[in-house]
C-alpha cells in the first residue's frame, strides 16, 4: 500500500505563486508516474500535469504556461509550481500516483493511489 499525502495549498491572490508537494511512500519511487487533479465540488475531476520516470512531463490546457510538475526521487516528492495564478484556478487538489507492481505472471500491473488533496483557493 502506498501512501500519498498533498500539501502547500492556501489561500493566493490573483497573479501570485503557489507550490504543492505531494509525497509517496516506496522505496521505488523514480519508477512512479505522478500526476496532479483538480476538483470544484460539483464537477468532475480534472487532469492538470503529470510526470514520469523518465522525466518526461505533460500538461492539461489550463496549466500550460503557468505551472510546472517537477519531481525529486531522494525525497519522493513530486512539486507543483503555480504561477499567475487566477480565481478559477481555486479547486482542491489531488495527487494520483501509478505505481508498477509485480504480479504473479512475472510481469507488471499497475496500482493507482489517491491522496486527500489540499484546498487552493485564489481571490480575485
Known amino acids: 500500500q502506498v501512501q500519498v499525502t498533498e500539501s502547500g495549498g492556501g489561500l493566493v491572490q490573483a497573479g501570485g505563486s503557489l507550490r504543492l508537494s505531494c509525497v509517496a511512500s516506496?522505496?521505488?519511487?523514480?519508477?512512479?508516474?505522478v500526476a496532479w487533479y483538480r476538483q470544484v465540488p460539483g464537477n468532475q475531476r480534472e487532469w492538470v500535469a503529470e510526470?514520469?520516470?523518465?522525466?518526461?512531463?505533460n500538461y492539461g490546457g489550463s496549466a500550460k504556461g503557468r505551472f510546472t510538475v517537477s519531481r525529486d526521487n531522494a525525497k519522493n516528492t513530486v512539486y507543483l509550481q503555480m504561477n499567475s495564478v487566477r480565481p478559477d484556478d481555486t479547486a482542491k487538489y489531488y495527487c494520483?500516483?501509478?505505481?508498477?507492481?509485480?504480479?504473479?505472471?512475472?510481469?507488471?500491473?499497475?496500482?493507482?493511489?489517491w491522496g486527500q488533496g489540499t484546498q487552493v483557493t485564489v481571490s480575485s
Open positions: 516506496g522505496s521505488d519511487f523514480s519508477r512512479y508516474t
Open positions: 494520483y500516483a501509478e505505481v508498477p507492481e509485480p504480479n504473479r505472471d512475472g510481469g507488471w500491473s499497475y496500482a493507482g493511489y
Open positions: 510526470t514520469h520516470r523518465a522525466g518526461e512531463t
